[in-house]
């Protein structure tokens, strides 16, 4: 048997859902006992020299000081030699330590990847082939057309997030019932372009379709937008919780999430990836992950992880974030209140970073018109909508963009959507 049938093997027997669902790919991938896995064995060595990577022979880095000058409290060694391949120990356990939750099922450790678009990618890898069914939110965030479809080639399902202004309750179990053999599933919440998140009763159904489904799957929440939610009574827990006890036969819970929205920190691309798995499964998945990391970009970078590190360990973290999201709070009241008094209909919002907006005209052509007027939104055309990001936009704007909305469309007093 080699590496990789030997991971395969283990997942057969610890994990059958997992194993089910990997692609041709991911049952090839293992982390070949390489330059990375040689050198992380000999990091206590007294004379380590398996990378290669510049230090003064005591592991100390010797990066020049153009570069060591702009660091401040973190040292030249957590910043410019090479993380781990699957990430910075200690960020890992403290990334766990922030979304364990004391009721839930153990998991994996995160696994650090380069964003979460880059987590995503990875799962893809493993799991997608050209005959696997993808189901998508629709409305869905667009990327995961590229990488679900485009990119791995699965076999796109959309599945409706609402009629009209109604979450659509009984959409998961037929979207699951279109799986063939074995699917993937996207769930996103609070969702982009959406902004939305369901009550727990709301959710309750899909949840329940999920833990029935009839054939094998990989359940993906993307938790991006963790924490941004505006309203009370809906739901503050990732469903990665409520399903990563779920029956190893038939379902692997994944969540995606990271510190590009939830800590507020886009450039850093720090993203994770964490199964609901634990033991030999939870080990044969990252040693397939960190196989497929090693052959697209390796290691994630260092200094990014170094300063998420620092920022979990800093105890006024949570405060300074708290008081971010009062700012998109506030912008979030602004904007309905104004979509209100302009009498504009829209898809039911209630958190994260967006509202989308139906429109009967042809949306790209709105776009452009509203650009005219110095006012930049995104056009959907599939779903004929715009999305507004009024998380970039400043509270005492938000009236002016949607009194120059209304003017150019004939204003949709759809009663169903608001
Ligand atoms: C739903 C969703 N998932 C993932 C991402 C990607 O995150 P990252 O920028 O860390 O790759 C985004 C970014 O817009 C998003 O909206």
């Known amino acids: ?30 982390f070949p006992m390489g330059i990375p896995a040689q050198a992380g064995q000999a990091k206590e060595a007294s004379i380590n020299a398996t ?12 990066a020049p000081a153009a570069i060591c000058q702009h660091l401040e409290g973190i040292t030249p060694e957590e910043a410019t030699l090479y993380a ?39 799962v893809a890898d493993l799991f997608v082939d050209e005959d696997t069914e993808v189901l998508l939110p629709e409305p869905g965030w667009g990327n995961y057309d590229l990488i679900f479809g485009t990119s791995c080639g699965g076999n796109i399902i959309r599945y409706p997030v609402f009629d009209g202004h109604h979450f659509r309750q009984d959409a998961m179990r037929l979207a699951l019932s279109k ?4 699917g993937v599933l996207v769930l996103n919440f609070p969702g982009n372009p959406t902004g939305y998140t369901p009550s727990a009763d709301e959710l309750r159904p899909w949840l329940e379709a999920i ?9 993906v929440c993307d938790d991006a937008y963790t924490g941004f939610v505006y309203e009370e009574d809906r739901i503050t827990q990732s469903p990665f919780h409520d399903l990563a006890g779920c029956n190893p036969e038939k379902i692997l819970p994944v969540k995606i999430d990271g510190a590009t929205k939830e800590l507020v920190f886009f450039g850093a691309r720090v993203g994770f990836v964490t199964f609901g798995a634990t033991g030999p499964a939870a080990d044969a998945l990252e040693l397939k992950m960190k196989g ?42 602004a904007l309905k209140t104004a979509l209100d008094t302009a009498n504009i209909a829209y898809f039911p919002f209630n958190s994260g970073f967006f509202t989308l907006i139906p429109v009967q005209c042809d ?33 005492e ?10 003017k150019h469309i004939s204003v949709d007093k759809d009663p169903a959507l608001h």
């Open 363 to 395: 949306p790209e052509e709105l776009r452009l018109k509203l650009l005219k007027d110095g006012i930049g939104v995104v056009s959907f055309a599939r779903f004929n909508a715009i999305r507004i990001a009024y998380s970039s936009a400043r509270a």
């Open 179 to 182: 799986i063939k053999t074995k």
């Open 1 to 30: 048997m080699n590496s990789a049938e030997k991971l395969n093997d283990t997942l057969e027997r610890h994990h059958p859902a997992a194993h089910a669902c990997l692609s041709q790919r991911g049952r090839r991938l293992f």
């Open 84 to 122: 781990p391949q699957g990430g910075n120990k200690a960020l890992r356990a403290a990334w766990k330590e922030r979304i364990q939750q004391s009721e839930a099922a153990p998991t994996s450790s995160p696994f650090c990847t380069v964003g979460l678009t880059h987590g995503l990618k990875l």
């Open 397 to 406: 704007d938000l009236p002016l963009l949607v009194e120059t909305l209304s």
């Open 51 to 62: 990378i290669g990577q510049l230090t003064d022979g005591a592991g100390h880095a010797m």
């Open 211 to 219: 833990r029935e489904s009839p054939k094998p799957i990989v359940v």
């Open 292 to 333: 497929a990391a090693r052959a697209s970009v390796s290691s994630a970078p260092a200094i990014s992880q170094s300063i998420v590190l620092s920022a979990l360990q800093n105890p006024a973290l949570d405060a300074q974030i708290d008081k971010i999201r009062n700012v998109i709070l506030h912008r979030y009241e």
